[in-house]
């Protein structure tokens, strides 16, 4: 198994592993019932993604075969509703934008590439590429929370407010790099955030609690966590703090969903939550750690590897 | 990294190999998974799994408790009272209210500490339910079981029961238990009743007397006098139990110290204590006798407890001492947030100022309220508490509603009206959104439009128009009559429900059989462009009928316009996108229905400017 996602209410669940397949299970009330094997990738699978409920149970998953698949359920069976093969390596993220933006689609690549579906309707989606984002390759993408520009001013019902849609995105050449759509609906490298030295894993832009400052938490190779925040509603400034640094790979960091907080798993085979303490340091508040020993957590069987 | 006072805890997920193998997570709204993945850093990924679970981690699990249930409830309703006292009162009223606020904190917890007495609990709340147990329960069922008895001072806890009472200081009870040792043995009589004695007259402090503390003082010492003589006099010599009760009336601390075990624990130490040596203790030596008394009584055997540390940052006034060491040995927040919510009340909290939060009270309210809405009703609570936070609270709000499972129609009602209530529109809309879609996939159009309508969005009302419209195409009739006949200003929301409705309109004036009425509705819904051009067709072949009525009912004017329509219509041929064979055979209709159309237009047209002209002639 490479990961694992709930959906936005928690009570679904969908796995995706190295035996191509994608399942989905009924996690409500500490049940496991599977309600989906979704086969139809031809490598491994390394990651899904959960669109908005308001789009219908739609999820994404991303492989090593280049292909990005969407999946949505209809009248009760999952069926796959599109197929994105615009790469030409192994798709290695995917990231759903907030629902506010409609139904978009980052993907980042081992060719370098990100690509940008949009769903346009009737089945249609559209491709936008920013060829070359990371050299080697990208390994990461996380979408900024959607913030309505001048929403002191009310809008016209049935207009939509006009979004500056961001995201940022980690990559084989050590670098955090930050993504801004232009007027135009081209997409425009914004900023680039140096400080890691070796890959960068994974990024995860922290959900807004309504200040306007923005953080974006990223982890390499280098065993590094960095927190970067910028104070001004511009975007401008960013600037990193050291969380830790690990003695091994750090793999994946994610934020709860008030952002307060910022889960992180590494090498040493521990999951540690850290939380910001009253003078801006960054604190660990718990380690998650695999081994011997009882604890009162609730067991839901996952899937065997069938290889 | 700054210093932590504590390692942060461990949580050892079960697994059966510990070899190099990566841990995956992901968050879900109030819990967090975690499993083993297949990858090894160190070796090729291995294809057979360790472990093959998937964990769920739940921080909160207090919330699912049965017990704690019933606190939380009425624990919120006495949070939500004090919230609203607020600013009315000043001084001495605002002080009594505290107060009650207070002791209505305390005999919920009292209620619900007593229920737990039939169920098992966590090594904490073990120590104070021993505490309720032993000295409030326990000894009432003692002192009623021997006094029962038949020969109570033949009962064999007899002498540990006098014991308990003197501890607690309860003299009278104590005293009716000697004089029935007294009654039945005359050897020990004498003895009984001189300790009767010297229990009854001990000097106590009692309110409402003008006594002041020098005169008890005093008092006191000339008693502790008498009870010392009595004993270096032998006067209790002969009798060994009779003899320790007045060292421990003395507050003699060997004698106490032989007693742990029916004291159970150093704070019940430290009172009986107080009580028989430093009756008038001020409470800024509390924290002098509570530490002395920790020491003596652990007597370097165990270290303290969390509970101790708690107790003893208490004893020192030390609040921010006490938050904290509850904060770290509690399991959930409900104390601190509550206890820490009425200090600042009182104002006794000299708020920290934190990043997140921006103050304790708010800070720790945060966290109890998040913890609450990870409970499938709970989350009711939650909303009140997060009302009360003005900083973020709000926000927190806003991220943690939408993630309530809608499962039935009247949670999602509920949670709208929560929304609504406090005008969090984003939210209502999200939700309406989610709602509609769901009423879409299942069919229920109505449903789907009433979301939309109550979401505001112009889009999915007009994405379910169209759903109405193609409905009507294809079989003839309407769903979900009663909706769009009711719609009423809501029309307004989208081009196309308003053409929807309008729609409808037409349809029942026509039903009706006001024939005039419905032919100008419906060429204005063509010539006001509120109808799509791909329903111009349905339309004009809805006027078929009325054009070919007996009387005229286009005029003049109005079937020119209709001529106009039908012309700009065939002559935005052809229709690109659809494959050939298809647009044959509909070609075929179409042009027979062209034709149709055109013929009735020409005899409209016709009967019209004879009769509009013959009108002017008679």
């Known amino acids: 198994m490479h990961d694992a996602q709930m959906d936005y209410y928690g009570t679904r669940l969908a796995t995706c592993s190295s035996d191509r397949s994608v399942k989905i299970f009924d996690v409500r009330n500490g049940g496991q019932i599977l309600i989906a094997d979704l086969r139809g990738h031809e490598g491994p699978v390394w990651q899904v993604a959960w669109a908005h409920p308001m789009y219908g149970n739609i999820l994404a998953s991303c492989s090593y075969d280049r292909k990005v698949i969407i999946w949505k359920e209809e009248n009760g069976t999952w069926e796959k509703t599109h197929e994105h093969t615009g790469h030409d390596s192994s798709v290695n993220s995917v990231c759903w934008a907030p629902h506010d933006y409609g139904l978009i689609l980052a993907c980042g690549s081992s060719d370098g590439a990100i690509s940008l579906l949009t769903y346009t309707g009737e089945g249609q989606w559209e491709v936008k590429k920013i060829n070359n984002a990371h ?126 907080i910022l889960a992180v798993s590494g090498g040493d085979n521990k999951v540690t939550l850290w939380k910001e303490s009253v003078d801006g340091q960054w604190v660990c508040i718990s380690d998650v750690n695999k081994g011997q020993g009882s604890v009162s957590t609730s067991v839901t069987e996952g899937q065997q590897n069938e290889q | 990294m700054e210093e932590l006072d504590g390692e942060p805890t461990v949580t050892l997920i079960p697994g059966v190999n510990s070899s190099k193998k990566q841990m995956c997570f992901d968050w879900g709204p109030g819990e967090m998974l975690v499993c083993e993945t297949s990858f090894n850093k160190k070796e090729k990924s291995e294809t057979v799994p360790g472990c093959p679970f998937i964990y769920i981690i739940r921080k909160d699990v207090d919330v699912y408790s049965q017990i704690l249930r019933k606190l939380f409830n009425e ?217 002395s008394s920790l020491d003596l009584f652990l007597g370097g055997e165990s270290s303290p407890e969390p509970l101790d540390n708690i107790l003893m940052a208490a004893f020192e006034f030390d609040i921010h001492q006490v938050i904290k060491e509850c904060s770290i040995a509690l399991s959930n927040w409900w104390f601190v947030a509550h206890l820490t919510d009425l200090l600042d009340h009182c104002k006794l909290l000299q708020s920290h100022n934190l990043y997140f939060g921006s103050n304790m009270r708010e800070f720790l309210l945060l966290e109890y309220a998040s913890g609450l809405f990870a409970h499938h009703s709970l989350w009711q609570l939650g909303v009140d508490y997060f009302d009360y936070c003005p900083e973020l609270g709000r926000v927190s709000l806003e991220l943690h509603i939408e993630r309530i499972p809608l499962s039935t129609e009247q949670k999602a009602l509920k949670v709208l009206r929560i929304c609504e209530q406090r005008q969090m529109t984003e939210q209502v809309r999200s939700i309406c959104k989610i709602l509609a879609m769901k009423a879409v996939r299942n069919n229920r159009l109505g449903s789907a439009l009433s979301w939309s309508i109550r979401a505001k969005d112009a889009a999915f009302a007009t994405l379910v128009s169209d759903r109405f419209l193609r409905d009507y195409c294809e079989r003839g009739c309407f769903s979900d009559l009663d909706l769009i006949d009711n719609l009423g200003p809501a029309m307004m929301l989208s081009d196309r429900l308003t053409f929807l409705g309008k729609y409808r309109e037409f349809h029942r004036l026509y039903g009706e059989k006001r024939f005039v009425d419905a032919a100008s509705l419906l060429l204005s819904l063509m010539t006001s462009q ?53 647009r044959l055979q509909d070609d075929d209709i179409e042009t027979t229905k062209v034709e149709m159309l055109r013929l009735a237009l020409a005899r409209n047209l016709a009967r019209a400017i004879i009769k509009e002209g013959s009108l002017e002639g008679s």
Not at chain 1, 178 to 184: A, I, R, S, T
Not at chain 2, 116 to 138: F, I, K, N, S
Not at chain 2, 538 to 545: E, N
Not at chain 2, 562 to 580: A, F, I, K, N, Y
């Open chain 1, 135 to 260: 050299t080697i390759g990208c390994n990461a993408v996380s979408w900024a929370p959607a913030v309505v520009p001048g929403s002191l001013i009310d809008q016209p019902s049935g207009q939509k407010p006009n979004y500056i849609k961001k995201f940022a995105s980690g990559g084989c050449d050590n670098l955090v790099k930050l993504w801004k759509e232009e007027e135009d609906g081209q997409w425009k490298e914004e900023q680039k955030l140096e400080a890691h030295s070796d890959w960068v894993r994974d990024v995860a832009w922290a959900p807004s609690i309504g200040l306007p400052t923005s953080t974006i938490a990223s982890c390499s190779q280098d065993g590094r966590v960095f927190i970067w925040t910028c104070d001004d509603a511009s975007g401008n400034t960013w600037s990193p703090k050291l969380l830790h640094k690990f003695n091994d790979v750090v793999w994946h960091v994610s934020w709860s969903i008030t952002a307060n």
């Open chain 2, 75 to 291: 624990s919120h309703g006495i949070f939500v009272g004090l919230q609203r006292i607020e600013e009315e009162l000043t001084g001495k009223s605002r002080k009594a209210q505290l107060v009650r606020v207070s002791k209505n904190y305390r005999s919920v917890i009292r209620a619900c500490m007593e229920e737990m007495h039939q169920v098992a609990t966590g090594p904490l709340l073990l120590h104070l339910l021993d505490w309720v147990r032993l000295h409030v329960c326990e000894v009432d069922n003692l002192l009623a079981d021997v006094l029962g008895s038949e020969n109570p001072r033949k009962h064999e806890s007899f002498w540990k029961l006098v014991t308990i009472l003197v501890l607690q200081g309860r003299l009278d009870e104590a005293r009716q238990m000697l004089s029935k040792e007294a009654d039945s043995s005359p050897t020990s009589a004498g003895m009984c009743r001189i300790l009767g004695d010297l229990m009854r007259t001990m000097p106590v402090l009692s309110p409402g007397t003008t006594q002041t503390l020098t005169e008890l003082e005093l008092k006191w010492q000339h008693w502790h006098e008498e009870c010392e003589r009595h004993l270096q006099d032998g006067t209790f010599a002969s009798s060994p139990h009779l003899e320790s009760l007045c060292k421990i009336m003395l507050g003699d601390e060997a004698a106490l110290l032989e007693q742990k075990e029916l004291l159970n624990n150093w704070y019940h130490f430290l009172v009986t204590r107080l009580l028989y040596s430093h009756p008038t203790v001020k409470p800024i030596d509390l924290h002098f006798y509570a530490q």
């Open chain 2, 530 to 582: 509120i109808a799509p051009r791909s329903f111009w067709m349905t339309l004009l072949t809805d006027a078929l009928p009325l054009l070919e009525q007996k009387q005229v009912i286009f005029s003049a004017e109005q079937t020119y316009e209709l001529m106009r329509c039908l012309e700009d219509l065939t002559s935005g041929r052809p229709v690109h996108g659809e494959p050939d064979a298809q």
